[in-house]
C-alpha cells in the first residue's frame, strides 16, 4: 500500500489551471515536511515547492506567483495549485513527504504526468 497517493494530473492548454492532490493516511502527518518535485524528459528531479509543519512555504522561482502549495493536517493532505501554466511546466509532478533533518522516513509518490499544450 502507497504511503503518499496523487491526484489531478491532466492536459491543459498554456495560461490553464489544475491542482494537484496528495493524500497521506500512512504517515503521522504533522512530522513532516511536504513538498512537489518534477521531472521533465531528460532532465533532473527538480524541486517545485515546499511547506512545513505550521505552514512555511517555499518555491522555486519559476513558479512564484504562479502556484500554491497548501496543506490540511486534520485530512493528512497536500495540495499544489498550479495556475498560468507554460508548456515549460511539462512534467510528471510527484509528491514527497519528508521529516526534517532526518534522511529516513522520506517517501514519494507514484507520479503525476502534467502536459501543457496548445
Known amino acids: 500500500q502507497e504511503y503518499l497517493v496523487e491526484s489531478g494530473g491532466g492536459s491543459v492548454q498554456p495560461g490553464g489551471s489544475l491542482r494537484l492532490s496528495c493524500a497521506a493516511p500512512r504517515i503521522v502527518f504533522e512530522l513532516y515536511t511536504l513538498g512537489w518535485y518534477r521531472q521533465a524528459p531528460g532532465n533532473q528531479r527538480e524541486l517545485v515547492a515546499t511547506?512545513?509543519?505550521?505552514?512555511?512555504?517555499e518555491y522555486q522561482d519559476s513558479v512564484k506567483g504562479r502556484f500554491t502549495i497548501s496543506r490540511d493536517d486534520r485530512t493528512r493532505t497536500a495540495w499544489l495549485e498550479m495556475n498560468d501554466l507554460r508548456p515549460d511546466d511539462t512534467a510528471v509532478y510527484y509528491c514527497?513527504?519528508?521529516?526534517?533533518?532526518?534522511?529516513?522516513?522520506?517517501?514519494w509518490g507514484q507520479g503525476t504526468q502534467v502536459t501543457v499544450s496548445s
Open positions: 511547506i512545513r509543519y505550521g505552514g512555511a512555504t
Open positions: 514527497n513527504a519528508a521529516i526534517p533533518g532526518s534522511s529516513i522516513n522520506i517517501y
